[in-house]
């Protein structure tokens, strides 16, 4: 039933759509169809970054992406580190993630509470078959740098149920990913 109602809403907005690119109205059409997905995008950003405790100050995202299904999906999200975080971390190395455990957009959410942070090499596990990031739209060249950076000392991970935090200070990056 939800299906057949999917179809003719899609259908009724495809005739919808073709009576406007008739009639001339091409700012209108590109308006219709864009803002849905900018609206995903601007929601996906504003979702990543509330994961991410608020003493890893971010400045944009690198990659965002995720896949869902019914009720399991996984994702993940690149975000560039601000320099001033990364000069923190430069001079006080893990002793700058003791505080830095909950997600900053749910203060009040043990589902976003992390476990103690630890000093890179990953575990062996996160890649011994390729990577800890299942999906998401990473371009290939930044992951392979992730993961390169991942097995060396240097960097800084944590996890949480469901959830992978990496911070890699020699890329200016933060790593969240999900599965479940």
């Not at 259908?11 to 169809?33: M, Q, R, S, W």
Request: overall charge positive; glycine content about 10%.
């Amino acid at each position: 039933m939800l299906l057949v109602l999917a179809i003719i809403l899609f259908v009724a907005i495809l005739i919808g759509l073709a009576k406007l690119f008739k009639k001339g109205y091409f700012g209108t059409i590109f308006v219709i169809v864009l803002t849905p997905i900018v609206a995903y995008e601007v929601f996906q950003y504003h979702w990543f970054s509330q994961v991410i405790p608020k003493q890893l100050e971010i400045t944009y995202p690198i990659s965002i992406g995720e896949e869902s299904g019914f009720r399991e999906g996984c994702g993940a999200a690149v975000y560039k580190l601000s320099d001033k975080t990364i000069e923190k971390i430069q001079k006080n190395g893990l002793k700058f993630f003791e505080g830095a455990r909950q997600g900053r957009g749910y203060q009040f959410d043990n589902y976003y509470t992390y476990e103690a942070w630890k000093v890179t090499p990953v575990p062996k596990g996160w890649v011994s078959e390729g990577s800890w990031i299942p999906c998401g739209t990473i371009r290939e060249s930044v992951h392979r740098e992730i993961i390169l950076a991942a097995k060396r000392p240097g960097s800084f991970y944590t996890t949480k149920h469901e959830g992978k935090l990496v911070v890699i200070p020699s890329l200016g990056c933060v790593v969240f990913s999900f599965f479940g």
